[in-house]
């Protein structure tokens, strides 16, 4: 069996090393200082594939939070279109004497979006936190919002005070 050749597993080596060194398993290093460069690469490696699969099960709950709170606003949006065309169904004339009904409630069409808006505010909390859970910066979702990173860590922070969310746990070094 002919000794063949292979370049070095060494990360950035590019030297050439025999495949067969006599006994033993074939060499992949030209040197030792390549062999442990290529562990501390694979051991790095090993560390971000960990880090991405607690990510991944730690958006477990942030995501159903957010698909929960959107079909929330889904209904919200869904009941006030309803009012509304309840209302038109009834017909123009009805509709002038229903208006100036007393017993029509007070700002019916106010409440109902106030309704909504609330909702939309709590899918756009989830959304955050969920980002954020996923490993984004407060500067990306900053920019998401046109506001600075700054701006949108203190208001998330304060909103998730108010409305008892855990906040997010720490994803390491948060680079802004
Ligand atoms: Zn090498």
């Known amino acids: 069996m002919g000794g063949g050749w ?101 700002a019916l069409y106010t409440r109902a979006a106030r309704t909504l808006a609330e909702a939309a505010e709590d899918v756009l909390a989830a959304a955050v936190r969920a980002d954020r859970t996923a490993g984004d910066s407060w500067a990306a979702v900053g920019r998401a919002l046109d506001v600075s990173a700054d701006t949108v860590a203190r208001r998330h922070r304060r909103a998730a005070r108010l409305s008892n969310i855990r906040p997010v746990a720490p994803n390491g070094p948060d680079p802004g």
Request: proline share 5%; charged share 35%; aromatic share 4%.
């Open 6 to 106: 292979r370049t070095c597993d060494g990360p950035g080596c590019g030297k050439t090393v025999p495949t067969t060194s006599g006994t033993g398993r074939p060499r992949r290093y030209c040197s030792e200082a390549c062999r442990s460069r290529w562990r501390r690469v694979a051991a790095r490696i090993r560390r971000r594939q960990a880090l991405r699969e607690d990510r991944t099960e730690a958006l477990c709950e942030p995501r159903h939070e957010l698909r929960a709170a959107a079909y929330r606003a889904a209904a919200a949006a869904r009941a006030l279109a309803a009012l509304v065309d309840a209302e038109e169904a009834r017909g123009e004339g009805e509709m002038e004497d229903r208006h100036w009904h007393p017993e029509r409630a007070a």
